[in-house]
């Protein structure tokens, strides 16, 4: 969040009505007025009740004095969608992006645009019933005011900075600030409003500097870590050493007497202390004396992937054309091979933190407010107005930007630990997370998986079947009122936590590869539909178990479709191998979706593609030695193309794996920022070789308890180690519908650096992460 | 309760403070309300906290309040403004040289510190130096974040 838009919602108080009154703005169209001292009666904190997102008004609101502000349901997590939004907005309204001021994720203020997630935000706002269709009804209101004040029709009108002009005489105008004094939309969004054409875009598709930036440079920045609210304690959570573990008994005593008042809350298996100062609460923590249960013994960790076969599971198809037994038998040369993804984190730099104020305790009349870095404001009010036993409409949570999440990691359990520690002690709470208390007991890892994958090739070299079965493993997940235990906090305090029920899998009805379950190279037939998968072919049968999960999961960036991808690019290249064809020439032969290919043919002609089959003739079997692997991908199966070249260097005495190039082409539709997504796709590309190379969660089976407690524990790529050459390409029709952009990249990483190693070596990496132990295991093996 | 002054962004301060322990950067974050540095990790192992102490690139989240005191501390906020950014906030600037930008004390400081005692350090020197001790960007913008200190040493900002 912006220092102005904060200021914006300081000033918002408990109300929008006042706060657009108290910025100055005309109330043009507040939505629900009508409703609303109806409303307040029953709601003290929103007296405006819902923000309903079919109205203009609800999105929209232009001052006499020219100032437009704007509300949306989607969040800036450093990923540059804020200054997005308000390039779209000076857009489509033709209006200076000084004059525009966004609030966006901030419940009853802003539309509920559900979660800031997988990769859905340009789809959102870009499309039906999002904020450009808001735009385009005010536009096309806002011209037709124009045309009566003018008295000319809305063909003879253009529009510049905010202001409407006669074409044939520019000393004719009206301001927006003019048209709508005194007066209110009052419209629905119009879903045939036209969006401007993109060939007349003067804003998007350019590389506006990030509006966030400049106060982050120099320190003003206020995230989430930095809200201050008058009154504030600071609260410590205190949780159990052992997984599962429930609380025997606490000694209160134990941090009698310490500086800063410190207060014990004890709720079922949640336990906190608060104090006036973080330093305070952080001794009082330690020092707090609590008796646990043993637990459950975990899976042991060594034996994990067996473990994970082994439990009954709830199955589903992806795709199954029923053939595929019979077509094994066919095939003149059969492939296959396994792969193995574990639990990461997502590790965010900061630990989460959020700071919360419930007052009056609990019921009807009690109010919280919570300041929180959730990818779901909504969402996170519904479900912790459940644990607080306050109503939804009582609970206000605004967003403040926290540092990168990467997903669903700790920041909605940290929101629940703050609001129950506030409820607790009645006075406002912050809490922000020791590492160990992220990495052990605050966060959603993303979860391990095991793919095995089998493929027959007929006489010519070309695949004829693919089969894959995949094991995942679930528990918990985002912020639910119908599942408060989908969080770590809200199963502490004693609702349930939701894991798969074991069912058998029943044939699909629809090809629905949002999971990248199914490879690029199949056809996608399910029935009598349309084939909806990108290559050709037909014998095809994806299987996906999946099983409670010992530790809670949660979406991570690329959720499933990192480790699906790792393991089905990875096989097309095992197969490649085997018929000793090129690695993208195979690829090619198999495809038949034409942006996927043209991605493929980007990448590989700005890495310099070295066309051949792997492994590289004449590298010798010690020493350093080079190579080139490639990946591509249909992100979520429909939502953004992407392809992959990684260069290594491996040193095969010592095991070392160093990525000196990766160059990525992605197609996400015209980009809205160019710069803002080459930003995004070297994130991506050097993210994923940290997950690749790095990033495991381990942990000690007998003593039960998680041994990734920080960054020693759980290494990733730290400065002073080489960082690859990064190159992207960007494809993308001016007039194609915009398709995600922030996963595509992270997606391919380790398959392209496993395909390397292979180029390289001739070994082949199936285990992620790529660490020389690893290695020299594959080569011995 | 003792208290012990310092020199803050170039502002004399006295904080008072029960525990000679308490370190340096939840007085910064409480006491003076100031942003730029921050917690990661609470262990010297990422870099968030950083914050200079008499020009040297120290981590505020393990330096007790007794060993700052008497000395300068200078934080990201202390070196420019948005309206008036150093030359370094500059270069990141231009280089929209973050993702999230919370762990940006760490690259920048100590890439100031190394930078302004050998002026026209090259990539790999200016690479080398923060490699000296952990140091992190979890959004992976290494790549602009290394392209901003160099243009910041070669001056080319």
């Not at chain 1, 005489?169 to 003019?178: A, K």
């Not at chain 1, 285990?767 to 690893?774: K, L």
């Not at chain 2, 102490?53 to 070196?79: K, M, W």
């Amino acid at each position: 969040m912006t220092p102005d838009a904060y200021a914006a919602l300081k000033k918002a108080g408990s109300s929008r009505r006042d706060f657009l009154r108290g910025a100055g703005v005309m109330i043009i169209g507040f939505s629900m007025a009508g409703k609303a001292t109806k409303l307040a009666a029953q709601s003290p904190i929103n007296p405006t009740g819902l923000v309903d997102a079919t109205l203009v008004d609800s999105w929209l609101a232009i001052g006499a004095d020219e100032s437009i502000t704007a509300y949306s349901g989607k969040c800036e997590f450093g990923q540059g969608f804020e200054t997005v939004q308000y390039q779209l907005i000076a857009e489509e309204l033709s209006a200076p992006m000084s004059n525009i001021k966004l609030i966006f994720c901030d419940t009853g203020f802003t539309p509920d645009q559900g979660v800031t997630s997988g990769s859905q935000s340009h789809l959102a706002e870009f499309g039906p019933g999002g904020l450009r269709q808001a735009l385009d009804t005010a536009r096309d209101a806002l011209l037709q005011l124009a045309s009566q004040q003018l008295d000319a029709p809305v063909g003879q009108l253009v529009v510049q900075n905010g202001v409407v002009y006669l074409q044939s005489d520019s000393t004719q105008w009206v301001t927006y600030g003019q048209l709508v004094q005194g007066t209110r939309f009052n419209l629905t969004l119009n879903p045939n409003a036209v969006p401007k054409n993109p060939s007349q875009y003067t804003i998007l598709g350019t590389s506006v500097p990030r509006v966030d930036i400049p106060a982050k440079a120099t320190g003003q920045f206020q995230y989430v870590q930095n809200v201050r609210v008058r009154g504030m304690l600071h609260g410590k959570v205190v949780r159990s050493p052992i997984w599962g573990a429930h609380v025997v008994s606490v000694d209160q005593s134990s941090v009698a007497g310490m500086p800063g008042n410190p207060q014990v809350v004890v709720n079922n298996d949640f336990v906190g202390v608060v104090a006036d100062t973080e330093w305070h609460a952080i001794m009082a923590a330690a020092a707090l004396n609590v008796t646990w249960s043993n637990a459950d013994p975990l899976p042991s960790f060594s034996g994990l992937y067996d473990y994970m076969q082994q439990q009954a599971s709830s199955d589903s198809y992806t795709v199954n054309s029923g053939d595929t037994a019979q077509m094994l038998q066919q095939a003149v040369q059969v492939v296959s091979a396994q792969y193995l993804h574990p639990y990461q984190m997502h590790g965010a730099i900061a630990s989460s933190c959020a700071v919360a104020d419930v007052q009056g305790g609990t019921g009807a009349n009690a109010t919280a407010k919570i300041w929180s870095a959730t990818q779901g404001v909504y969402p996170l009010r519904d479900s912790v107005a459940v644990v607080l036993g306050i109503p939804n409409g009582n609970v206000r949570v605004t967003f403040v930007e926290g540092s990168g999440c990467y997903g669903c990691n700790g920041n909605d359990n940290v929101s629940f630990d703050a609001a129950l520690l506030s409820q607790a002690v009645g006075a406002p709470v912050r809490v922000q997370y020791s590492r160990k208390d992220e990495n052990t007991a605050g966060e959603n890892y993303g979860p391990a998986h095991v793919n095995k994958l089998m493929a027959g090739v007929d006489k010519s070299g070309q695949i004829i079947v693919w089969t894959s079965e995949a094991w995942t493993l679930s528990k918990g997940g985002r912020p639910s009122a119908t599942a408060p235990g989908n969080i770590i906090t809200g199963a502490l305090v004693g609702f349930p936590a939701p894991v798969p029920t074991p069912s058998a899998a029943t044939a699909p009805k629809t090809f629905a590869n949002n999971s990248n379950t199914a490879c690029n190279y199949v056809t996608g037939v399910v029935g009598t539909n349309a084939p909806g998968g990108t290559g050709t072919i037909a014998s095809q049968q994806v299987l996906v178990h999946s099983i409670p999960s010992p530790y809670f999961t949660g979406p991570l960036r690329s959720p499933e479709r990192l480790q699906n991808t790792f393991a089905n690019e990875s096989f097309m290249d095992e197969i490649a191998a085997a018929v000793k064809a090129d690695p993208v020439q195979f690829r090619l032969k198999h495809l038949k979706d034409q942006r996927l290919i043209a991605v493929l043919n980007a990448a590989t002609m700005a890495a310099n593609w070295d066309t051949r089959p792997s492994p590289k003739p004449g590298n010798a079997s010690t020493g350093v030695v080079t190579g080139r692997g490639v990946s591509c991908v249909l992100y979520e199966g429909n939502n953004g193309y992407c392809a992959l070249v990684a260069q290594v260097s491996v040193d095969q005495d010592a095991g070392t794996i160093t990525v000196t190039s990766l160059t990525a082409s992605q197609d996400s539709g015209p980009p809205s920022n160019p710069d803002g997504l080459k930003n995004q796709m070297e994130g991506g590309a050097l993210q994923g070789m940290s997950r690749a190379l790095f990033e495991e969660v381990k942990w000690n089976d007998r003593a039960g308890i998680i041994t990734s407690t920080d960054w020693t524990s759980y290494p990733v790529f730290q400065w002073g180690m080489p960082i690859p050459q990064l190159k992207t390409v960007l494809l993308g029709p001016l007039n194609a519908p915009k398709l995600g952009a922030g996963e595509c990249t992270i997606t391919l990483v380790g398959s392209a650096i496993a395909n390397a190693v292979f180029d390289a070596t001739g070994v082949r990496m199936r285990r992620i992460p790529f660490t020389s132990a690893n290695f020299l295991a594959a080569k011995g093996s | 309760m003792a208290a012990y002054s310092l020199t803050v962004n170039g502002n004399a301060v006295s904080l008072n403070v029960d525990d000679p322990n308490t370190p340096l950067l939840y007085l910064l974050q409480e006491n003076l309300q100031l942003n730029g540095p921050k917690f990661g990790c609470g262990l010297g192992q990422c870099g968030c906290c950083t914050v200079l102490l008499d020009g040297q690139p120290i981590r505020s989240c393990i330096t007790a309040i007794s060993d700052s005191a008497g000395h300068a501390v200078t934080t990201i906020e202390g070196l420019g403004t948005t309206d008036n950014p150093h030359p370094i906030q500059q270069s990141f600037i231009n280089q929209q040289a973050m993702h999230c930008g919370y762990c940006l004390s760490g690259p920048m400081l100590y890439g100031k510190a190394f930078i302004d005692q050998n002026p026209g350090a090259t990539s790999d020197q200016i690479l080398a130096a923060l490699g000296q001790t952990p140091l992190l960007c979890r959004c992976h913008s290494h790549s602009r974040m290394l392209q901003a200190l160099v243009n910041y040493a070669q001056g080319t900002i």
